[in-house]
């Protein structure tokens, strides 16, 4: 019963008989007010006749006659001139008594009333004898003698007739409207209603382990067809959604194997040969331990990549970038020094723009970048620029390394991606960095790519948006959230 169907069906008997209901009732008063204004008209006529002879005839001037207008008026058969089978004429004298009535009257007088003392005219409906009579009162004044009353009635036995059949017949239409509005009402809105119905059926038809099905309901241009078309497009994200986790728990898979596989080999060595043979031991040691580390780097790269994913809120506030990029610099200058490297940080700094943001996410963004361009590069140096623009702030880490081939640039900040370059140099990695520097960029609603160097080497460019600086250097700055988005 709470089904949409029967929802919309409700809804447009409700309204429709309102408006059935409001026109009936209008309509009805309307044909009400018509028929009395018609037989007021009649009794308005009839009554300004008499008043008019009446007034204008001097107190002696007849009628074609030389009595008095008042008892000619009174005189029986005189009133036959303005009466009719529905018409009712009396004359009452000032005192409000009835001195001449139209014959078809008989025995019947109007009833006295207090209004028969004023001058005026007067309206009003009496039940008597003779009926419902619509009847008019006016005093008027004979020449210079007394006053008398001309009475009019109207009938109306006729008008309540019509009235009556009137409001049967409106009656009569507003139920069969009632029922035939219901039946439309039903009839419609399950029409409307059936095409939903059969796409949820087909939805549901569509298991976990299908979504490759689609509905295709290509035939259909209506809101429905937008809704299949939708829920199609959505079915195609999930597939390459699904396709994608698929695809990671397998590199994920094989990328921890590895390590692990080497891990059991060099303890099987240790518990076989580690007593006798002293190198084998040092080794086995020493291969567990870099393995281990590596295992450490990887979860702990899954896990950070798991959180700026997670769409969890995080705490956001006001950083200042060049202290960011400062801390980041410094904690990668030994590394850079062993390979005899310069590592500089230039540009913007003082103070520099700021951005809402986590300091910790940002100081792992740039360090994954400085520590790739150290990792990568043999000679020469590593730099990393900040700039600023109105609204922006962009940071370059820019190396004179090995650079990345062309057709690798569109990959490398995919999960696990390294290029075959690093993968045969054995160079140490997870192929984690990346993924984990678009991440955080994108949390932070900003962009991150790739470039070669004209002169080798590589480029990368980072944009977050700005925020106003006195925001950031006041402390009192409510720190606020922000939603991280899912890749
Ligand atoms: P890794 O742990 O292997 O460094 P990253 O995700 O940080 O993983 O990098 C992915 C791959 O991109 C690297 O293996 C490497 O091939 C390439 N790469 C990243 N940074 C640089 C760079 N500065 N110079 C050359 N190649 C790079």
Request: hydrophobic content about 45%.
């Amino acid at each position: 019963m709470h089904s949409l169907r029967w929802r919309i069906a409700t809804w447009y008997t409700l309204l429709l008989l309102c408006v059935i209901g409001l026109v009936s009732i209008v309509l009805f008063f309307q044909l009400r007010t018509i028929l009395f204004d018609q037989a007021r008209a009649r009794i308005d006529q009839i009554g300004r006749d008499i008043a008019s002879i009446v007034s204008r005839s001097g107190p002696l001037v007849a009628i074609g006659e030389a009595f008095p207008v008042d008892e000619q008026l009174a005189l029986p058969g005189n009133l036959e001139h303005w009466s009719s089978p529905t018409t009712y004429v009396e004359i009452d004298n000032a005192q409000g008594y009835p001195i001449g009535k139209s014959q078809n009257m008989g025995g019947v007088s109007f009833a006295r009333r207090p209004s028969d003392q004023r001058f005026g005219v007067t309206y009003s409906v009496e039940k008597n004898a003779l009926g419902d009579i619509y009847v008019r009162d006016e005093r008027v004044k004979v020449g210079g003698a007394t006053p008398i009353i001309v009475k009019v009635g109207e009938r109306l036995d006729v008008f309540n007739e019509t009235l009556r059949r009137t409001r049967d017949l409106l009656l009569f239409v507003f139920l069969f409207a009632v029922a035939a509005v219901i039946a439309a009402s039903i009839f419609l809105s399950s029409s409307a209603i059936r095409p939903i119905g059969e796409l949820t059926e087909a939805i549901g038809e569509i298991g976990s382990d299908q979504l490759n099905r689609r509905l295709a309901w290509t035939d259909r241009t209506d809101e429905v067809g937008r809704l299949a078309a939708t829920f199609d497009a959505m079915l195609a994200r999930l597939e390459e959604a699904f396709a994608r986790e698929r695809q990671f728990i397998s590199d994920a898979s094989h990328e921890l194997k590895t390590p692990l596989t080497i891990i059991n080999a060099n303890a099987q060595m240790l518990e076989r040969w580690g007593d006798r043979d002293p190198h084998v031991r040092t080794d086995s040691l020493r291969a567990i331990v870099e393995e281990s580390a590596a295992l450490a780097r990887m979860v702990n790269g899954l896990l950070t990549l798991a959180k700026a994913e997670s769409g969890e809120r995080i705490p956001l506030e006001p950083v200042r970038l060049s202290e960011v990029l400062s801390e980041a610099v410094r904690s990668s200058a030994s590394r850079a020094a062993e390979k005899s490297l310069v590592l500089r940080l230039s540009g913007d700094l003082h103070p520099g723009p700021c951005v809402l943001g986590n300091a910790n996410l940002l100081r792992q963004l740039f360090s994954n970048l400085i520590e790739n361009g150290i990792k990568f590069t043999e000679r020469g140096e590593v730099e990393v620029n900040l700039a600023a623009t109105a609204d922006e702030a962009v940071v370059h880490v820019s190396d004179t390394g090995v650079g990345i081939e062309e057709e690798s640039l569109a990959r490398i900040f995919d999960r696990f991606y390294r290029t075959d370059r690093s993968r045969s140099r054995a160079v140490e990695g997870t192929g984690l960095g990346l993924a984990i520097v678009r991440s955080i960029a994108r949390v932070h609603e900003g962009t991150v790519q790739a470039t070669r160097r004209a002169g080798g080497g590589t480029a990368f460019q980072v944009t977050l948006p700005r925020i106003a600086t006195r925001a950031a250097s006041a402390s009192e700055a409510p720190p606020e959230q922000a939603f991280i988005s899912r890749q």
